[in-house]
């Protein structure tokens, strides 16, 4: 008897499964060539419109700095989806695409968007005056708890931006919830401008920190880090682990012509106690290049909690160990984005995202090109690109690299589903070379480090416009993700603002055992 192809029988049983359903009117399916195998069978997403965007809120293809960005979240149970709009409002839809509610935010829009545990509560956290926090009834769309953060790091005045929502002064940056606590973040930036001597104009950030424990039912302050005043430097993102009872942070600052001493210095890695708020480590990734070490989205920690990866603004990849007591040891610290000189003007990729899984293996994201700031603080768009930037790479648990990929386009971010090995990558435009060719998702699995292909592409989804904002849903079942309209060379828009809800658990069988 001859021995079957596996891939000839994972192509024949996925078009029977999408023959039946199709039949059964439950799912619409497209066929995709990939890398000169058998077609790859993906689902075609429910698309949803959204409410028309602001001229200001949209992108251009050939700008690197980016506008327009909106925070969506899935609730835990999966029958939810909201979205913090750039029209000053949160959206709560099922997963039809059917809005229940919204609530109209009456200084300026929601920056971070999460769910109880329960599904029963939605989270916001505003760039506004005050910087507000509040759990909103999912049931009913109505305000439970509200908790301004402006009267411990500052209020910030009303005018508007024009772009970047994360200039705005007074901003929740991040929350994460548990069955027992709800963790916020929440910065206060002060834009100031400096003469130097030549002449120049540059600006400085002053920056005041404050990361709190509320109890989510009702707002209960349970805790605050620090417990007296504010850290001299940001912490844009956190990340908990249940296995560790341990919240973890970084400290990141802006660019100034010189570093003040600061309290709470840059690139500084912390773990503070869930429970009390106390710290219980930490460890500093000093700087290269550059004058400050960022660390932005680029934390995670493994499930088991064991390890704990970053990647810096300049390109770098570490990895630690979570030892006993506890305390970070630095097991690596990859260069994975040499800094460049083209035309005279330094470049490099950014680390932009990291996950680092229960084995030690890790996997990093470089966003686009930059270019190096000069002595004035001005950052100009770079002549060429970087050859790591936008590019996905895999680590193994000794820094060795064992895989990489060239996205085709920008990288936005990259979400993990660690039951099922899925990964999803966000693409947006090139700016560089002005093209919206690749931008969409593209969905790839994971097989572990040691496998002859570690890394298995499933399929793509392309999009007209761009997408920087997701979620995947807790259970790995589907994935959502908003699209915004791009601006093209000929100012014609591509694109529209709309919804996409992409089903998962079909396209990538049966889960990964790690």
């Known amino acids: 008897m001859r021995a079957r192809n596996p891939a000839v029988m994972r192509y024949v049983l996925a078009a029977g499964l999408a023959g039946l359903l199709l039949a059964a009117g439950l799912l619409v399916w497209r066929a995709e060539k990939g890398g000169g195998g058998p077609a790859v069978l993906s689902a075609v997403p429910k698309e949803v419109a959204l409410w028309p965007l602001a001229s200001e809120n949209i992108s251009s293809v050939g700008e690197w700095q980016k506008k327009g960005d909106e925070a969506v979240a899935v609730s835990p149970d999966g029958k939810w989806i909201a979205v913090a709009g750039l029209d000053e409002a949160v959206h709560l839809l099922d997963v039809a695409g059917r809005e229940r509610w919204s609530y109209r935010i009456p200084e300026r829009y929601g920056h971070s968007l999460v769910f109880s545990t329960d599904s029963k509560l939605l989270f916001v956290g505003e760039c506004s005056v005050d910087g507000a926090v509040y759990g909103i009834d999912v049931e009913s769309g109505k305000k439970q708890w509200e ?13 508007r931006p024009v772009n970047y929502r994360t200039l705005d002064k007074c901003c929740i ?9 709800l963790f916020v973040v929440g910065t206060h930036r002060d834009r100031r401008f400096e003469e130097l001597p030549n002449g120049a104009r540059i600006v400085n950030d002053v920056l005041d920190t404050v990361v709190y424990s509320f109890h989510p039912a009702d707002g209960k302050l349970l805790w605050r880090y620090p417990a007296r005043g504010t850290m001299d430097t940001h912490m844009p993102y956190l990340v908990y682990s249940k296995t560790l009872g341990q919240v973890i942070g970084a400290n990141t600052s802006y660019w100034r012509p010189s570093m003040p001493q600061e309290k709470y210095p840059n690139g500084t890695v912390r773990l503070i106690d869930a429970r009390t708020g106390v710290e219980s480590c930490s460890c500093r990734i000093m700087p290269t290049f550059m004058s400050f070490t960022s660390l932005w989205y680029s934390l995670s920690v493994s499930p088991n909690g064991r390890f704990v990866s970053a990647g810096t603004v300049d390109g770098r990849l570490v990895l630690f160990e979570v030892r006993p007591g506890p305390s970070l040891v630095k097991l690596w610290e990859k260069d994975v984005s040499t800094l460049l000189t083209v035309s005279g003007i330094p470049i490099y990729a950014p680390s932009s995202r990291s996950v680092v899984l229960d084995n030690g293996d890790v996997f990093m994201t470089s966003g686009s090109t930059f270019a190096r700031q000069t002595t004035a603080g001005v950052v100009r768009q770079p002549p060429n690109r970087h050859p790591d930037s936008n590019s996905v790479f895999l680590f193994d648990r000794n ?27 966000s693409v947006e435009h090139d700016y560089l070379q002005k093209s919206l060719d690749a931008a969409g998702f593209y969905f790839l699995k994971y097989r572990g480090s040691q496998a002859p292909q570690p890394v298995e592409r499933f399929g793509s989804l392309q999009l007209g416009g761009i997408s920087r904002s997701g979620a995947l849903a807790q259970d790995g079942s589907f994935f959502v993700a908003v699209e915004l309209p791009v601006r093209r060379t000929d100012d014609t828009l591509a694109g529209e603002h709309k919804l996409h809800i992409v089903p998962l658990r079909s396209m990538v069988g049966a889960p990964v055992v790690q």
């Open 147 to 159: 908790y301004s953060v402006g009267s411990d790091v500052g209020r910030s005045g009303s005018n």
């Open 173 to 181: 940056f991040d929350l994460s919830a548990t069955e027992d606590a």
């Open 399 to 425: 820094g060795d690299i064992v895989w990489k990929w060239k996205a085709p386009g920008g990288i936005a971010d990259m979400f993990y589903h660690p039951g099922s090995g899925m990964i999803v990558i």
